[in-house]
């Protein structure tokens, strides 16, 4: 049986990373019609039941203080990744990633701040651990809202990939004797016309019936 395609079909093939942005800054509307679709995405039920309050975004400007606090606790990230890579040997198993990694922890990390505007998302965790499943979800609605609007949207793992998780809460002003996740994306107006992703960028097709 044949399934038309409808429109989430056409978001879905259309949706990629774009890394070059415009300097115009998206407008507040803009940048709040994507959140809303992070709103909206999943949550643990059984670790939030009885409360709302255990989401949050930050829009962050690059000119802001806030920026170069973020942008502070990333550099000390890389540091101690480097530290790590060489205490495991991993530059063995993973060479090319392993070289990427010492090379950006030798700058600033201005790369975090590619576009006028980064929206960091914290997810507060409980029992059972489901906050990082649930910020996957939450990126991936932004992503498909940001598709629709024609916007730019790039995951910054940067955020991610802090270890300092009191530094972030302090910043955010969150509780600091809860736990949270955190991630990022960068969003805006693309600097070049979005332009179809090309088919060996997917992975090959692999699907498996037991029946
Ligand atoms: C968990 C995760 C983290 C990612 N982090 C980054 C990142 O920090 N910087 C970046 O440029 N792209 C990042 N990406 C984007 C991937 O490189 C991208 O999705 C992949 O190359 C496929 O391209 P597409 O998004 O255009 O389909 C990330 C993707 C995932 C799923």
Same mark, same amino acid.
């Given at each position: 049986m044949l399934i038309e395609k409808m429109v989430l079909d056409r978001i879905l093939e259309q949706r990629?990373? !774009?890394r070059q942005f415009d300097i115009t800054e998206l407008p507040e509307e803009k940048l709040e019609a994507v959140i809303e679709a992070g709103r909206l995405a999943p949550f643990a039920g059984l670790v939030q039941k009885n409360t709302d309050s255990f989401r949050h975004f930050f829009v962050i400007h690059r000119?802001?203080?806030? #920026? %170069?606090?973020?942008? %502070?606790?990333?550099?000390? %990230?890389?540091?101690?990744e480097v530290i790590r890579i060489e205490?495991?040997?991993?530059?063995?198993?993973?060479?090319?990633? #392993?070289? /990427?990694?010492?090379? /950006?922890?030798?700058?600033?990390?201005?790369? !975090?701040? /590619?576009?006028?505007?980064? /929206?960091?998302? #914290?997810e507060r965790g409980g029992l059972p651990q489901r906050e990082e499943v649930c910020l996957g979800y939450i990126m991936e609605n932004m992503w498909l809202k940001a598709t629709e609007m024609e916007l730019a949207f790039k995951i910054c793992s940067g955020v991610s990939d802090i270890k300092n998780k009191d530094g972030l809460k302090e910043l955010f002003g969150l509780p600091m004797d809860e736990v949270y996740a955190f991630d %990022?994306?960068? !969003?805006?107006y693309p600097l070049n016309p979005i332009t179809e992703r090309r088919e060996h960028e997917k992975p090959v097709k692999s699907i498996k019936y037991f029946r």
């Open positions: 990629r990373s !774009i000119d802001s203080e806030t #920026a %170069a606090k973020l942008k %502070a606790l990333c550099e000390e %990230a890389r540091h101690e205490a495991l040997g991993l530059g063995q198993k993973y060479p090319e990633a #392993a070289k /990427i990694a010492k090379a /950006i922890s030798e700058k600033p990390a201005n790369d !975090i701040f /590619i576009s006028p505007w980064l /929206i960091v998302i #914290a %990022a994306c960068n !969003i805006g």
